[in-house]
T-cell receptor, first 113, second 111 residues
Framework: NAGVTQTPKFQVLKTGQSMTLQCAQD?????MYWYRQDPGMGLRLIYY???????DKGEVPNGYNVSRLNKREFSLRLESAAPSQTSVYFC????????????FGQGTRLTVV | GDSVTQMEGPVTLSEEAFLTINCTYT??????LFWYVQYPGEGLQLLLK?????DKGSNKGFEATYRKETTSFHLEKGSVQVSDSAVYFC??????????FGSGTRLQVQP
């Protein structure tokens, strides 16, 4: 039972490079999310997708784009990486609504030098 | 906007000690409340939840009660173990967007 799968697990980028973080879930969930985790700041929402075909900005969307490719997949793209984007990125999914549990991937540790 | 405030860590306890991690929230409406746990090198996983006032969530010996009058959802465990060492996150969800997380509290339990 895979749950939420993120790739890659680790990545080092040079400033200005681009990359896409991949996320896929096999639970048939409607909603998917991208968070970043920084020391002392908890998890902050970057973008979310309430359903296939829709995406919305979260708390910290600047410098990122997303694509909800289909119901299973939700990718996060950094067009021109900056050192401030060094972080651990988590993808999550849920059925949606306030009472349901969110399931998280294992995270991508990104370093921008 | 919605926010969650939890006590800063790290919290260091000896095995079998009593644990409390404080959490308070502000939200428009009536959120559901959650505690998530993150073990080293892993993603977050749900520990417990409560969806309405006075509900008590419990799991693995941990408990938290949804207190609407004090807007709190404090996490407690009567006797911690070394294996409980992790980072604990309090979170709220009003259903309008996504989970709102606190900053996390690192718990270290010493043998």
């Amino acid at each position: 039972n895979a749950g939420v799968t993120q790739t890659p697990k680790f990545q080092v980028l040079k400033t200005g490079q681009s990359m896409t973080l991949q996320c896929a879930q096999d639970m048939n969930h409607n909603s998917m999310y991208w968070y970043r985790q920084d020391p002392g700041m908890g998890l902050r929402l970057i973008y979310y997708s309430a359903s296939e075909g829709t995406t919305d900005k979260g708390e910290v969307p600047n410098g990122y784009n997303v694509s909800r490719l289909n119901k299973r997949e939700f990718s996060l793209r950094l067009e021109s990486a900056a050192p401030s984007q060094t972080s651990v990125y988590f993808c999550a999914s849920s059925d949606g609504g306030s009472r349901t549990e969110a399931f998280f991937g294992q995270g991508t540790r990104l370093t921008v030098v | 906007g919605d926010s969650v405030t939890q006590m800063e860590g790290p919290v260091t306890l000896s095995e079998e000690a009593f644990l409390t991690i404080n959490c308070t929230y502000t939200a428009t409406g009536y959120p559901s409340l959650f505690w998530y746990v993150q073990y080293p090198g892993e993603g977050l996983q749900l520990l417990l939840k409560a969806t309405k006032a006075d509900d008590k969530g419990s799991n693995k010996g941990f408990e938290a009660t949804y207190r609407k009058e004090t807007t709190s959802f404090h996490l407690e465990k009567g006797s911690v173990q070394v294996s409980d060492s992790a980072v604990y996150f309090c979170a709220s969800d009003t259903g309008r967007r996504a989970l709102t997380f606190g900053s996390g509290t690192r718990l270290q339990v010493q043998p």
